[in-house]
């Protein structure tokens, strides 16, 4: 089955500075990869999504990026603020309404104002 | 998108006992999914519920532990049964929106402590 690994597991970042996250996949057989960020004591919220037929995805301030090749995919974020600070998970599934999503471990990222 | 109300939001139960929490979605989805997030972990998927047939466990999770039902298109029930402290956790459900249907949308979770 597929298997997400993340890093890292905590960030530390200024105010205005950008963040990256990687996550990379075991299955080759997976093409979408989503990204969620969980702000303590609520529900994942998904923040931006990639398939694997695009290289990257760009919504303002946040990116991701996805190498097939070496099944890995990034997420970055830009001008980092402090409402940015929360757990960000990536994930990974074989698509499609059926699909089930495999979490990577998850990233505190903290920004320092 | 799709709308996901979970009901109990929290709860304190005894050990031994049974919790069930129902998770709503505003839309009719073919699958729905239940997650357990443990303190400061990940998401791990217990099940997949499918409308009209038996629910898909994952590794690590049986039907005697976790039994699931899934009466119709919108609604499903996890049942946390015979529970220890070790099943203190968040429970998650979450479907599919969408234009792809691909993205899953969460719930706001059940978060279960166990005595």
């Known amino acids: 089955g597929e298997n997400v690994e993340q890093h890292p597991s905590t960030l530390s970042v200024q105010e205005g500075d950008s963040a990256v996250i990687k996550c990379t996949y075991s299955?080759?057989?997976?093409?979408?990869f989503p990204w969620y960020k969980q702000e303590l004591g609520k529900r994942p919220q998904l923040i931006i999504d990639i398939r694997s037929n695009v290289g990257e995805k760009k919504d303002q301030r946040i990116a991701v990026t996805l190498n097939k090749t070496a099944k890995h995919f990034s997420l970055h974020i830009t001008e980092t603020q402090p409402e940015d600070s929360a757990v960000y998970f990536c994930a990974a599934s074989y698509g499609g309404a059926t699909n089930k999503l495999i979490f990577g471990t998850g990233t505190l990222l903290a920004v320092q104002p | 998108s799709a709308v996901i109300s979970q009901k109990p939001s929290r709860d304190i139960c005894q050990r031994g006992t049974s919790l069930t929490i129902q998770c709503q979605v505003d839309?009719?989805?073919?699958?729905m999914f239940w997650y357990r997030q443990q303190p400061g972990q990940s998401l791990t998927l217990i099940a997949t519920a499918n409308q009209g047939s038996e629910a898909t466990y994952e590794s690590g999770f049986v039907i005697d532990k976790f039994p699931i039902s899934r009466p119709n298109l919108t609604f499903s029930t996890l049942t946390v049964s015979n529970m220890s402290p070790e099943d203190s956790s968040i429970y998650l459900c979450?479907?599919?929106?969408?234009?792809?249907?691909?993205?899953?949308?969460f719930g706001p979770g059940t978060r279960l402590l166990v005595l």
């Open positions: 839309s009719q989805v073919t699958m």
């Open positions: 979450s479907a599919p929106g969408g234009m792809a249907r691909e993205t899953q949308y």
């Open positions: 299955d080759s057989a997976s093409n979408y």
